[in-house]
């Protein structure tokens, strides 16, 4: 699992590791109850901004998942008063999911973390074991 932060535009990004290697294939990270780390031996992580648009006040970010199965998404857009508006995302393999803030209450920066789950019945189980449900920093 990789938890990343990303900033507005032209601002650096900081990217924190944890849980299993980034190079583990799906078949060995499934656990009993369908759960995966949303690894991806290419590029690190199944979870990426694939874009970011502004648009009728509103601030989108689009998360595409990069991988061959579905994951199921934590993103929190940062606000100006220094709270996280989060919310949760399905993204089906190879697709992509929007979350919006209202622009004029953001400050563009984002967070987001993913794991990867077999059977979307058990979302919630595999987000409490890779920790999602708490607050992404």
């Not at 583990?24 to 656990?31: E, F, K, L, N, Q």
């Not at 199921?72 to 949760?88: I, N, P, R, S």
Request: proline letters at 4%.
């Amino acid at each position: 699992m990789k938890l990343v932060r990303c900033a507005a535009p032209g601002v650096a990004a900081a990217l924190l590791v944890s849980g299993s290697m980034a190079g583990a294939d799906y078949s060995s990270s499934v656990d009993e109850d369908g759960c995966w780390d949303a690894a991806s031996p290419t590029n690190g992580s199944c979870i990426e901004v694939a874009r970011q648009k502004e648009q009728g006040g509103r601030l989108y970010v689009y998360y595409a998942n990069t991988c061959a199965h579905p994951i199921h998404a934590k993103v929190c857009h940062e606000l100006k008063t220094g709270k996280q508006d989060c919310g949760y995302l399905g993204i089906a393999a190879g697709e992509e999911a929007e979350y919006w803030s209202r622009a004029e209450t953001s400050t563009g920066n984002f967070s987001y973390a993913a794991v990867g789950l077999t059977d979307p019945a058990k979302a919630w189980v595999c987000m409490s074991r890779y920790k999602l449900g708490q607050s992404v920093p």
